[in-house]
Each structure stands twice: as structure tokens, then as C-alpha cells.
């Protein structure tokens, strides 16, 4: 088998321009990139992630045969610079093969839901961030639109409803649901978006899963339009609210990548609660530590959907 990039530069020792190079957002959201680093990271920063003075972390968690932590960055006066979970590259291995744990389930004959999750919390921080935890969901097999996610990949699911709420999102055999919830959680999950709360480009194609909720697609992304999913971002719905930011990754894209990707989110103009909100995603290498970060950074205030429009302080990281 063909080694990819990363391991290959890995081996021979190779530091490539972006191998060891951050992009960084400052006050003004012009991003920039650092020289590369020959140094191992001090000590308070996420290695591959954003440099901060104010890191904390949260309890650390098995992966295959790795790890996983989440983490929260803030600036100076507490406000978030980046949320996020780091894991060791060793974590893309010895993973399970079959499509699902089998936690929400039902023996109807559907589609198995959900893969193999893992729940996080988030450390506590002087940083006021909305989110309330954090869960993974590892599909070896993918999951539907077939076409399009069939392939093995991660869902980093940064939560904002209360985590007691899964309960109400309950799987079932509602013969309208194309996936395993009953139908009062189809309609809950399927319920329209205020106005100020509707990303720009993004459907619902009923995606309503057990103990997680709908799920919109941008449908001008890559992968709706002829080019393979490598990576992606995706927004939860339930209650007629936004409930989550959901970057998914393919495992062969982490271990092809020897660098970082940055991407913009698609945002609405409100959100339920009042609040500083990420506005871009990354997805880092450190060939130092050998590991990764999926985060979510350039925090920006946003007002509810009743309180008017958001201002246009940005936070980078």
C-alpha cells in the first residue's frame, strides 16, 4: 500500500512550507501565516492549534487505539478564541468496523443509526462559549445521502441544546421517517428555522437522527456537485432552533493532511441566545505531537433572534 503524504514526510523528516505552519485570524480577521516551527510548542498551546496564554482542557477519552480531549482558548479578557478537541494521530486506528454501537437502534429493518459515538464534556472556563458538550460519532460505513457520505469519516457534533434534551429525540418506526425516530421526533426535528436563524444555502433533507436531531446540508457544497467529500460543515436543528455546528471529516483526509485547512462557516444573522459564535472551522496537523485539531474559531457576538442584528467584533484565533 501506498504511504500517504503525511506519513511519508513524517518518515523522511521532511518540513515542508505549511508542515509545521499555523494560520492565525487577528482583530481585524485578515489571516496571516507564521513562519514555520522547529520548536516543540509551548507550553498552553494546543500544538496543533491556536496559540493562546488561556487554554484549558477537558478529561481526556479512548479513541482507537488513541486519545481525544476537548479544549477552550480565550483571549485576555475571556472572551473564546477557539473551541475545539484535539486527538492523537494514533486515534485513526484500530477503530471499529461495524456500522454502529448499536445505541439507537431499532430492529425495523432501517438504516443503523448514528455509528460509534463518544461524549465529551467541555472544561470550565472563565471563556463564554455556547456550547454544552461535545460528541463524536465515528462511521466506519458512512451514512446517507449514500451518494454522497458512504464513505468512512468522523462528525464532530459541537452541542449547543442541554445534553438532558437528547432524551426527547427518541428513536422509533414512523413510516414518514427515512431514518430510525419516531414521528412527533420527525416533526420536532423537521419544525422551520425562525428567519434570523437560517443559514444561507442549507436544506433540510429530513436527515431527523435519534439523540442528535435534523441535520441541514449546504447543497452548492463540493460534494453535492460532482467532487469526492473530503471535508464539510453541517448545522442541527430541533424545536425550530439551531442546536449544533457539525464539521465532518473522512479519515482519509486526516491521513493525507500534513498541514491545515481553514474554512468559513455559513452563518445566520441570529441564533436562539444571545452570545459570541464561531464563524470558521480548521482542521490542523502537528507533525511535532503527531495529532489533531478540529476546532472552531473567529468568535464573533451575536444577538437572539429577538434582540436585532449582530455586531462585527471579531475574535480570531
Known sequence: MQPNRRTL???LGVGAIGAHATLRTDATGTDE????STSPPERGTTDAGPPSERIAWGPPAAVGNGTI?????????GKPRSVGVRFSADALEGLPTAPTDGKWNIPDGKAPCCGHETVLGFPETAASIPF???????????????DVYAVPHFDFHFCLMPREKRTEIRNGDCPRASTAVTCETLQRGTEPLPSGQRPPDYESLGAVEPGMGNHLMDLTAPEFNGEPFTHTFLWGTFDGELIFFEPMVTRSFFRDLCTEIRRPITMPTAFPTAGWYPTAYAIRYSRTGDNYVVCLESFRWFESETNGRDHTDVMGC
Open 9 to 11: 514526510l513524517k518518515t
Open 33 to 36: 501565516q507564521s513562519p514555520p
Open 132 to 146: 454544552r458538550w461535545f460528541m463524536l460519532n465515528w462511521n466506519p460505513t458512512g451514512h446517507p445521502p449514500p
Open 69 to 77: 480531549r476537548t479544549f477552550v482558548a480565550s483571549t485576555g479578557s
